[in-house]
């Protein structure tokens, strides 16, 4: 059964898996966020592995996120998602990459979407109508705050754009309370909760503390 409550109105969280972490390690760091209160789904990316060496940490991440409550997204092969029983797929490429992925598993599986470098390749990609559109790049959590550009173009996104926002957050916690604030409806963090020094619980805690803080105006 999930551990955790859930949570409406206002900015949540998701974590990104990191590269070179064992899957049995990660499964166990999942168990113990899903104790620090709400998560709203976690992101696994393919990093470099080949296919084999996907299923199998897609196989073992995939139960340990349900667990607790979360959504389990691949990005990587759609075939081995469905393998591995992932809720959706995160998709990389141009609008209509976007667009084909929409038409083959929209409905069927949460699909999201990045949104690249540009402000109009952002809108194209949103066209298509993702479950979300992902500002930043996955797992490039390498500062303790976010990416400048990623946080404003996110920030811009949620000013005019009904397609929900992720926003890559950085490394350190302290910096989360900034993220949230650009309007985004869902800040993603990796390292931060997920490294291999992290207490993922306490991470967990502390950055919904924080995200609390961020209700959607129409619900204040």
Known sequence: MPTQDIVDNRCRLVLVTPADHAAEDLARQLAAAGGGGDVASVIVPQYGLDEDAYQALLETVVPA?????????????????ARAGADGIH?????????????????????????????????????????????????????????????????????????????????DL???????????????????????????????RAANEILSRHVFAEAV
Do not use: C
């Not at 930043?136 to 005019?160: M, V």
């Not at 309370?177 to 020094?197: I, M, P």
């Open 65 to 81: 996120g349900q667990a607790i409550g979360a959504a389990v997204i691949a990005a990587g092969e759609a075939r081995i998602a």
């Open 91 to 171: 998709v990389r490429g141009d609008a209509a990459t976007v667009a084909r992925a929409m038409d083959e598993h929209g409905g069927r599986w949460i699909v999201g979407a990045e949104a690249g470098k540009s402000r109009h390749g952002a809108l194209e990609v949103g066209e298509a109508r993702p479950d979300y559109v992902f500002f930043g790049r996955l797992g490039a959590d390498t500062h303790p705050e976010p990416h400048a550009g990623a946080l404003e173009n996110a920030a811009w996104w949620a000013e005019f754009v009904e397609v929900p926002a992720v926003l890559m957050g950085g490394h």
């Open 174 to 204: 302290n910096h989360l309370d900034r993220a949230a604030a650009s309007g985004a409806d869902f800040v993603a963090l990796s390292h931060a909760v997920l490294g291999a020094d992290a207490d993922a619980e306490a991470a967990v």
